[in-house]
Each structure stands twice: as structure tokens, then as C-alpha cells.
């Protein structure tokens, strides 16, 4: 496979910058986009080859946004994968949340989705060839209670990504879109909304399965295979099973554990 250009969003820690350094152990020129410049720098210099890039931007703006477009038009002249995986972290029942809240991670985790599919999708369908790979959460599919502008957000990108799928499946574009459960991260940094569901949000960190190697080494590995729906957690993938074939057995499991978890148990 010849070398392909990949821009990460998200890429100055976790999920984005594992995803970064397996793409560059491959053989990838990689552009590490972070809202946090110094983050993203830390990242590239990091990673094995050359030909990686830094770049600075905040996903809400869509001028900041265009500008990561022209950067990468001027020094690679186009991208063959895209990685939406920026976002945010918000936690608390509806009756909690405020306009506010919804407003802002609706801006960073649906509509940064939104701003790089139309900047990058062009270039990609002009050439025939590439990846979209978003980044969503377990949260958009399980229909869990108290993380309500963050399940919803990220329902909107499972749903975006299975509309975009369509759409470019005869233009020689992959779509993918990543769905895992908790593990070890640095999201909880930017944490709106209830204090209490973030300490319970942390916990449930602490006590996963997984780790960020092993979820990064299952997206990537699922990636290859261009596959679509990415449960890279260990329970996922039958959760998801249980919600489908039988959703009232999977409502009546999930009450039981919320109530479970309420009682800290």
C-alpha cells in the first residue's frame, strides 16, 4: 500500500494520538490537528517517518477549520484518510442541561463532523479514492439515561456517518464510525455539566477492560478491513447485539444496572 496521507483531529492525546502512531508505524504521513498547539506538536514529534505536520485548531470554527484545509492542500495537496475523532464530554439528565450545554457540544461533536466531511469529502471524491473515519461512542447507541447531550451527540454521528456511507459508496470512499464503551482517557478534561456524573464517568473508567492500547489496536485493525461499525470494547459487541435482536430484554438489563450503579453497587 503507498503511503497514505491521514489527518487526525483530537491527536494531541488518547484516542487521536494512538490512532496517530499507528498510522506512522505503517508507513503514514499523519497531520496531528489539537486545539491545544503545544499537544499537537508533542504528538508529531513523536511519531517514527517524516512528513508529519502540527496543526493547530479549535473543530467549533469553521474558519479554524478551513484554514487546517488550506494547510494541508499547500503541503500535500489533498488527504486519503480523515479522522473525525475530536470532542467533548458532558453528562446530565435532561430537566440539568441547559441550552448552553447543548448548544456546545452539538458544535463540537456533531457539527466539527459536519465541517470536515465538506471541506475533505470533495477532494476525495475527485480522486476516486479515501477513508472517513468518525469517532462516535457506545453512548450514541445504548440509550443510557444522565448523559444526555453527550448520548445524543453522538447519535447524530452514527447516524451522519450511516447517511454518508450511502452516499459515497459507489465513489470509492470507506466510511467508518468508531463506538466504544469507557476506557482510560483524558476526555473527562472537558467535562460540562454534572459534577457528580463525572466522578461516576471516571470511575467507570477506572474499572473498564480495556485499555487505550487495546482499543486503539482494534480500531486500527478494524479500519484495515474497512469496516463500518467499530465496537473496539470488550462488552460492546454483544450489548449491541442484545439491544437489537431482543431491545426490551436490553431496556429491562439497562434499567437494572443503572439502578445497580445508583446504589453503588
Not at 17 to 37: F, K, N, P, S, T
Not at 62 to 81: K, N, P
Amino acid at each position: 500500500m503507498s503511503q497514505r496521507r491521514v489527518l487526525i483531529t483530537g491527536a494531541g492525546s488518547g484516542l487521536g494520538q494512538a490512532l496517530a502512531m499507528r498510522y506512522a508505524r505503517a508507513g503514514d504521513r499523519v497531520a496531528c490537528v489539537d486545539i491545544d498547539a503545544a499537544r499537537a506538536e508533542l504528538t508529531r514529534a513523536a511519531l517514527p517517518g517524516s512528513g508529519h505536520l502540527a496543526l493547530a485548531a479549535n473543530v467549533a470554527s469553521d474558519e479554524a477549520l478551513e484554514q487546517v484545509h488550506e494547510s494541508i492542500a499547500r503541503e500535500w495537496g489533498g488527504l486519503d484518510v480523515l479522522v473525525n475523532n475530536a470532542g467533548m464530554a458532558t453528562g446530565g439528565a435532561m430537566v440539568e442541561t441547559t441550552m448552553a450545554e447543548w448548544r456546545t457540544v452539538l458544535d463540537v461533536n456533531v457539527l466539527s463532523v459536519v465541517r470536515g466531511c465538506r471541506l475533505f469529502l470533495p477532494g476525495m471524491i475527485a480522486a476516486g479514492r479515501g477513508h472517513v473515519v468518525n469517532t462516535a461512542s457506545f453512548a450514541g447507541l445504548a440509550g443510557a439515561p444522565s448523559i444526555m447531550s453527550y448520548g445524543v451527540s453522538k447519535a447524530a454521528v452514527v447516524a451522519l456517518s450511516e447517511q454518508l456511507r450511502t452516499e459515497v459508496h459507489d465513489k470509492g470512499i470507506t466510511v467508518s464510525v468508531l463506538c466504544p464503551a469507557f476506557f482510560r482517557t483524558n476526555l473527562l478534561e472537558s467535562w460540562q455539566g454534572n459534577p457528580k456524573l463525572k466522578d461516576f464517568a471516571r470511575r467507570m473508567m477506572d474499572t473498564s477492560p480495556d485499555t487505550l492500547d487495546s482499543v486503539a489496536d482494534n480500531v486500527f485493525a478494524a479500519l484495515g478491513r474497512g469496516e463500518f461499525l467499530v465496537l473496539p470494547t470488550k462488552r460492546e459487541p454483544m450489548r449491541w447485539r442484545l439491544k437489537r435482536w431482543l431491545p426490551e430484554t436490553y431496556f429491562r438489563q439497562l434499567l437494572k444496572m443503572v439502578k445497580s450503579r445508583a446504589a453503588g453497587h
